[in-house]
């Protein structure tokens, strides 16, 4: 019997990273869908956040040490030949010296190499394990510390191309992975989930085309700029493997019909108006709709349920049987002709109507005219100040005899708040949110109104908090004080936020003078320099701001002590040399080759004094 397990690792709260707010929902979110619905073994399915519970008796919180146990585990020890494996991160993501790493709770940006997750060591794993299928599948957040220029995701999808592991990257390697409050989960994470329970991804060719379609439709629809998801599979012929077992996939129906109307209920869960296309259908009239003698069910037509048909089985369309007989289509053409005469001659009565009505419109005002001169002159003013050219009977601004404007329409008041958005700013989003408020609760635009306000409050939210992961926490405190209180969780979510960041930026104000003072107080190829500013640097402490760049100068700084030794051993100054490097701090890169270097030249100044 085959055995399907998964991998699940989302980490929110980093030791000395900013913290993400839905990765571990992320995470959480698959495991149960694979465990729950998809019929995934639970005691084989490792899920590994700040707080999951232990499996096999072991701690499944995701250090770098628990993540590479476990994981060699799962693969050695729990699976077997023709068992299915998923492997999911959400996480942030680095990219070092050409190699990508992913960034476990306890990743320091300061030793990359030493803390992170080497992408390449986690896919050998995986390849040596004996399963059938492997799916990789991450959603790699950019760090503050990424260097402009590095890209992450390029050497992981070269590595999946030759270790022939199929993989899917949440974003390209020039885009960004986004999460968004109006979601509770990351963009990547949420299209996954309604492309696997819409039944279209149960083979790799699916998953790709749906999530081709529905991510960037997704950032769209929440007014982010583009993400576009990266599938890697090769040989080519593996897009047509199946990566749900059967008992998930049995049919679309069998996974819509568990979460009953699926479609709908995710729509009301993700905020959105409608469900895009994924289950649009084409409403006929009902007098073609009872004249086609067809019991069976047709299809939506709709792009993104259009699959084409493949070798797995599970994606092929279901081919609709053929009319009974050939008197049906003759019934039906006939009905049809009969129904396109009587709907031309409906549609000319309805035309002639429309000249009688209007004739003053289309032919000019006539002699017969039934008002009187008086009343014909007494209306010429109006109509002019109301605009010239303007036709009696289209609305106008203007009542007519009172001078008085109408106000704007539920519709154009919608449309308005809507040219708010185009900047894309906390204030444009701000002022949306007002001009849509004043649609009245009577009105039928309303609940669509009150959906995008909340959208677009949350959109607020999101700005703020983005802002203050990039260190600017008063453009954040800026941000989220235009949230309006249509959610009042959320708005008073946002004046906690508010008080926090106040707090960070002191800090922030504080910890950037410290580090001024410390760079200032270098003198170039004075070791010793170098030393008493890593000492000052260290007293900003894990989680504070400036705490990611302060350790960036640390390790540069210990860099160049380490060069400052090994110029003085170059010149035969061995003593001056061992001193130096002895300053280099440990935790850093250079520590370990200072303290072979120091071995080296200690055993030098032996021979020196033995000679």
Same mark, same amino acid.
């Given at each position: 019997?085959?055995?399907?397990?998964?991998?699940?690792?989302?980490?929110?709260?980093?030791?000395?990273? *900013?913290?993400?707010?839905?990765?571990?929902?992320?995470?959480?979110?698959?495991?149960?869908?694979?465990?729950?619905?998809?019929?995934?073994?639970?005691?084989?399915?490792?899920?590994?956040?700040?707080?999951?519970?232990?499996?096999?008796?072991?701690?499944?919180?995701?250090?770098?040490?628990?993540?590479?146990?476990?994981?060699?585990?799962?693969?050695?020890?729990?699976?077997?030949?023709?068992?299915?494996?998923?492997?999911?991160?959400?996480?942030?993501?680095?990219?070092?010296?050409?190699?990508?790493?992913?960034?476990?709770?306890?990743?320091?940006?300061?030793?990359?190499?030493?803390?992170?997750?080497?992408?390449?060591?986690?896919?050998?794993?995986?390849?040596?394990?004996?399963?059938?299928?492997?799916?990789?599948?991450?959603?790699?957040?950019?760090?503050?510390?990424?260097?402009?220029?590095?890209?992450?995701?390029?050497? %992981?999808?070269?590595?999946?191309?030759?270790?022939?592991?199929?993989?899917?990257?949440?974003?390209?390697?020039?885009?960004?992975?986004?999460?968004?409050?109006?979601?509770?989960?990351?963009?990547?994470?949420?299209?996954?989930?309604?492309?696997?329970?819409?039944?279209?991804?149960?083979?790799?060719?699916?998953?790709?085309?749906?999530?081709?379609?529905?991510?960037?439709?997704?950032?769209?629809?929440?007014?982010?700029?583009?993400?576009?998801?990266?599938?890697?599979?090769?040989?080519?012929?593996?897009?047509?493997?199946?990566?749900?077992?059967?008992?998930?996939?049995?049919?679309?129906?069998?996974?819509?019909?568990?979460?009953?109307?699926?479609?709908?209920?995710?729509?009301?869960?993700?905020?959105?108006?409608?469900?895009?296309?994924?289950?649009?259908?084409?409403?006929?009239?009902?007098?073609?709709?009872?004249?086609?003698?067809?019991?069976?069910?047709?299809?939506?037509?709709?792009?993104?349920?259009?699959?084409?048909?493949?070798?797995?089985?599970?994606?092929?369309?279901?081919?609709?049987?053929?009319?009974?007989?050939?008197?049906?289509?003759?019934?039906?053409?006939?009905?049809?002709?009969?129904?396109?005469?009587?709907?031309?001659?409906?549609?000319?009565?309805?035309?002639?109507?429309?000249?009688?009505?209007?004739?003053?419109?289309?032919?000019?005002?006539?002699?017969?005219?039934?008002?009187?001169?008086?009343?014909?002159?007494?209306?010429?003013?109006?109509?002019?100040?109301?605009?010239?050219?303007?036709?009696?009977?289209?609305?106008?601004?203007?009542?007519?005899?009172?001078?008085?404007?109408?106000?704007?329409?539920?519709? *154009?008041?919608?449309?308005?708040?809507?040219?708010?958005?185009?900047?894309?700013?906390?204030?444009?989003?701000?002022?949306?949110?007002?001009?849509?408020?004043?649609?009245?609760?009577?009105?039928?635009?309303?609940?669509?109104?009150?959906?995008?306000?909340?959208?677009?409050?949350? %959109?607020?939210?999101?700005?703020?908090?983005?802002?203050?992961?990039?260190?600017?926490?008063?453009?954040?405190?800026?941000?989220?004080?235009?949230?309006?209180?249509?959610?009042?969780?959320?708005?008073?979510?946002?004046?906690?936020?508010?008080?926090?960041?106040?707090?960070?930026?002191?800090?922030?104000?504080?910890?950037?003078?410290?580090?001024?003072?410390?760079?200032?107080?270098?003198?170039?190829?004075?070791?010793?320099?170098?030393?008493?500013?890593?000492?000052?640097?260290?007293?900003?402490?894990?989680?504070?701001?400036?705490?990611?760049?302060?350790?960036?100068?640390?390790?540069?700084?210990?860099?160049?002590?380490?060069?400052?030794?090994?110029?003085?051993?170059?010149?035969?100054?061995?003593?001056?040399?061992?001193?130096?490097?002895?300053?280099?701090?440990?935790?850093?890169?250079?520590?370990?080759?200072?303290?072979?270097?120091?071995?080296?030249?200690?055993?030098?100044?032996?021979?020196?004094?033995?000679?």
């Amino acid at each position: 019997m085959k055995h399907h397990a998964c991998i699940a690792i989302g980490i929110n709260q980093y030791q000395l990273l *900013q913290p993400l707010s839905y990765a571990q929902e992320d995470a959480e979110a698959l495991h149960t869908f694979l465990t729950e619905e998809a019929d995934f073994a639970p005691d084989g399915c490792l899920l590994m956040t700040d707080s999951s519970p232990s499996l096999w008796g072991q701690s499944t919180y995701p250090n770098r040490e628990n993540i590479l146990r476990l994981t060699q585990s799962l693969c050695a020890e729990h699976l077997q030949q023709g068992d299915l494996l998923w492997c999911f991160f959400s996480g942030y993501g680095v990219s070092y010296e050409g190699k990508d790493y992913l960034m476990p709770v306890d990743g320091n940006p300061a030793d990359i190499q030493g803390t992170g997750i080497p992408v390449e060591l986690l896919l050998n794993t995986l390849k040596n394990a004996p399963t059938e299928t492997v799916l990789v599948l991450v959603d790699m957040n950019r760090s503050q510390i990424v260097k402009a220029g590095e890209t992450i995701g390029t050497q %992981t999808a070269e590595l999946a191309r030759a270790l022939e592991i199929p993989t899917v990257l949440s974003c390209r390697p020039n885009q960004v992975s986004r999460e968004t409050s109006a979601l509770r989960q990351g963009f990547f994470t949420t299209a996954l989930l309604e492309g696997l329970r819409s039944g279209q991804c149960t083979t790799l060719k699916g998953l790709d085309r749906f999530l081709s379609d529905r991510l960037p439709e997704l950032c769209d629809h929440h007014l982010r700029p583009k993400q576009e998801p990266l599938m890697v599979v090769n040989p080519p012929g593996k897009a047509h493997l199946v990566i749900l077992p059967d008992t998930a996939g049995v049919a679309t129906a069998a996974l819509a019909g568990r979460n009953g109307n699926m479609a709908v209920g995710a729509a009301d869960e993700f905020d959105r108006p409608q469900m895009a296309a994924a289950t649009a259908r084409i409403e006929l009239p009902p007098a073609v709709r009872n004249a086609i003698d067809a019991p069976v069910e047709r299809q939506p037509i709709d792009r993104q349920n259009t699959v084409g048909p493949t070798t797995g089985g599970a994606d092929d369309r279901p081919n609709l049987p053929p009319p009974e007989d050939a008197d049906n289509g003759a019934s039906d053409k006939s009905f049809l002709q009969q129904l396109i005469l009587w709907s031309g001659a409906t549609a000319l009565l309805l035309l002639l109507g429309v000249f009688v009505t209007n004739r003053s419109i289309f032919i000019g005002q006539q002699d017969g005219d039934p008002r009187s001169p008086a009343e014909n002159a007494q209306n010429a003013g109006p109509q002019k100040s109301a605009g010239a050219g303007v036709p009696q009977n289209q609305p106008q601004a203007v009542q007519a005899g009172t001078g008085t404007k109408q106000p704007p329409s539920s519709q *154009q008041v919608w449309a308005e708040a809507k040219t708010f958005l185009k900047d894309g700013s906390a204030s444009s989003f701000n002022k949306a949110v007002v001009k849509a408020r004043t649609i009245p609760a009577s009105d039928p635009l309303y609940p669509q109104a009150q959906q995008d306000i909340e959208r677009w409050s949350l %959109t607020i939210l999101d700005i703020a908090n983005g802002r203050a992961a990039r260190g600017n926490f008063q453009g954040a405190i800026g941000a989220a004080k235009l949230m309006p209180d249509v959610n009042q969780a959320v708005y008073n979510q946002s004046k906690q936020a508010i008080a926090q960041w106040d707090n960070l930026s002191k800090e922030q104000q504080v910890n950037t003078a410290l580090l001024s003072a410390a760079s200032s107080q270098i003198k170039r190829g004075a070791a010793s320099s170098y030393s008493k500013s890593i000492q000052q640097a260290n007293k900003i402490q894990p989680g504070q701001p400036k705490y990611e760049e302060a350790q960036q100068l640390i390790g540069e700084w210990s860099e160049t002590i380490l060069k400052i030794a090994q110029l003085r051993g170059s010149q035969g100054k061995l003593k001056e040399a061992v001193e130096a490097a002895s300053l280099v701090p440990s935790g850093t890169q250079s520590y370990q080759p200072a303290q072979a270097a120091i071995a080296n030249w200690k055993t030098k100044l032996q021979r020196q004094k033995k000679g």
